[in-house]
């Protein structure tokens, strides 16, 4: 997995390329939780290029979720490919997460 970021106004945009997998999920934690500690509060995680979930990147973003409504912030999901979208649902969190199409219609 390869992870970027980069700010749009009032939101930090994250990149995640590749899987999200038990071999790599602790990296996207550990920077989620450092984003948020430093009051990074409104995030958007732009999946297009995200071609694989597990239950342990499952958990960091719900865990991020939590962290970020904790401090009244926002966590939106844009541009999930079918088969990730698939997952979400069949996890529930379709129901949890506001999800977007693109990573425009997020930060608006």
């Not at 995200?50 to 865990?63: A, E, I, N, P, T």
Request: hydrophobic share 40%.
């Amino acid at each position: 997995m390869e992870l970027t970021d980069s700010k749009k106004g009032n939101f930090l945009i994250i990149n995640l390329v590749g899987r999200l997998d038990t071999s790599n999920y602790g990296e996207l934690e550990k920077k989620l939780l450092t984003f948020i500690e430093n009051g990074e509060n409104h995030i958007v995680v732009d999946c297009s290029e995200m071609v694989y979930v597990s239950s342990s990147g499952l958990r960091v973003f719900l865990m991020a979720l939590k962290k970020t409504t904790s401090t009244g912030g926002k966590l939106y999901l844009c541009a999930l490919q079918e088969n990730i979208r698939e997952i979400f649902e069949i996890a529930g969190f379709t129901s949890i997460f506001t999800i977007f199409n693109t990573q425009e219609e997020a930060v608006k």
